[in-house]
Antibody, heavy 120, light 106 residues
Framework: QITLKESGPTLVKPTQTLTLTCTFS??????????VAWIRQPPGKALEWLAL???????LYRPSLKSRLTITTDTSKSQVVLTMTNMDPVDTATYFC????????????WGQGTLVTVSS | EIVMTQSPATLSVSPGERATLSCRAS??????LAWYQQKPGQAPRLLIY???TRATGIPARFSGSGSGTEFTLTISRLQSEDFAVYYC????????FGQGTKVEIK
């Protein structure tokens, strides 16, 4: 059974760095093609893909946010960490992590999401 | 970036009726198209992938069609639990999502 769960701060100040952790079970990032992605959703708005990590250390980033994002994995803890620098109120959103089953495929299992508010 | 455009933004349907949702891609995504259902406060739930394949446990009243740039999600007989927001997503070139279609009770 595949599960994912996001954790991290609920409130960050503008210009601060956000660090979110996705703890997963039921699969291994060492398996060829399997990946974990981060996706966010501002309140009342659409979903926006941010980053993907697969094959333990291959990474893809949303081009418009690439300079601010870092995605890493701790395989011993079955965790994927996303950092986003220079946070702004427009980054207020629910952040989801999701499982990608194979290369070039869609996300199938999602975490419940965590709401991050950026405010001074 | 491949832009996904969904229509209509809101669809008012009576229970038991058919709902037809559209999704258009700004360039061909072949059949690399998924549909998700999202209810308030919940994560998206995968309904359809490969444009027309139902995900595990998804009722047969949900069907998807299309390829290239034009796609459709059809819910044949709406049940109370189907009122939600539906998103399409392409996975040909990283991932982009449509703006969503809200299916509401008429």
């Amino acid at each position: 059974q595949i599960t994912l769960k996001e954790s991290g701060p609920t409130l960050v100040k503008p210009t601060q760095t956000l660090t979110l952790t996705c703890t997963f079970s039921g699969f291994s990032l060492s398996t060829s093609g399997v990946g974990v992605a981060w996706i966010r959703q501002p309140p009342g708005k659409a979903l926006e893909w941010l980053a993907l990590i697969y094959r333990n250390d291959d990474k893809l980033y949303r081009p418009s946010l690439k300079s601010r994002l870092t995605i890493t994995t701790d395989t011993s803890k079955s965790q994927v960490v996303l950092t986003m620098t220079n946070m702004d109120p427009v980054d207020t959103a629910t952040y989801f992590c999701a499982h990608r089953p194979t290369t070039g495929s869609h996300p199938d299992y999602w975490g419940q999401g965590t709401l991050v508010t950026v405010s001074s | 970036e491949i832009v996904m455009t969904q229509s209509p933004a809101t669809l008012s349907v009576s229970p038991g009726e058919r709902a037809t949702l559209s999704c258009r891609a700004s360039q061909s995504v072949s059949s690399n198209l998924a549909w998700y259902q999202q209810k308030p406060g919940q994560a998206p739930r995968l309904l359809i992938y490969g444009a027309s394949t139902r995900a595990t446990g998804i009722p047969a009243r949900f069907s998807g069609s299309g390829s290239g740039t034009e796609f459709t999600l059809t819910i044949s007989r709406l049940q109370s639990e189907d009122f939600a927001v539906y998103y399409c997503q392409q996975y040909t070139e990283w991932w982009t999502f449509g703006q969503g279609t809200k299916v509401e009770i008429k």
